[in-house]
């Protein structure tokens, strides 16, 4: 048999698993400092947690906003059901809302298309127009006393 000629102190039986080049030209292993592998993770989770938590809460205000107005078009339209009508509302139209005494009329004449003697007799509040789903929605601001 023949026999190595590199000294046994000298070789490695498993050069893979050593924590060091084992060869004159292998790179420099040094072992990886923890902290610093930790702490940048946890930076970079906090900065992504931290975008998606405040993208979350601009969506709630958004939906908060949105649920405010929508309470806001239903008691309007609860209002103007309760008005005197007499035709038919049409979605998408425009009408004209006026007071006379404590009774609200709804009316297809502006304010502006009236001659002088309406003007007297009826208070106008605003102009609203019938959505599709039967709410209406505020062309001017008004307050209705809701």
Do not use: C
Not at 3 to 9: A, F, Q
Not at 93 to 101: F, N, P, S, T
Not at 134 to 142: A, C, F, Q, R, S
């Amino acid at each position: 048999m023949i026999e190595n000629p590199i000294d046994k102190d000298k070789v490695a039986e498993n050069p893979g698993l050593m924590e060091y080049a084992h060869t004159l030209g292998g790179v420099a292993i040094r072992p990886d400092d923890q902290g610093k592998l930790k702490s940048r993770a946890l930076s970079a989770m906090h900065e992504q947690t931290s975008r998606q938590l405040s993208q979350i809460q601009k969506q709630a205000e958004l939906l908060a906003v949105q649920a405010q107005q929508l309470k806001r078009r239903v008691e309007l339209s609860e209002k103007i059901y309760q008005a005197d009508l007499s035709f038919e509302p049409f979605v998408g139209h425009i009408y004209h809302l006026y007071k006379k005494e404590e009774r609200y009329k709804l009316m297809l004449i502006g304010p502006h298309e009236w001659g002088r003697s309406r003007k007297d007799v009826l208070e106008y509040v605003g102009s609203m127009k019938l959505l599709s789903d039967h709410t209406w929605e505020l062309m001017d601001e008004i307050d209705l006393e809701l």
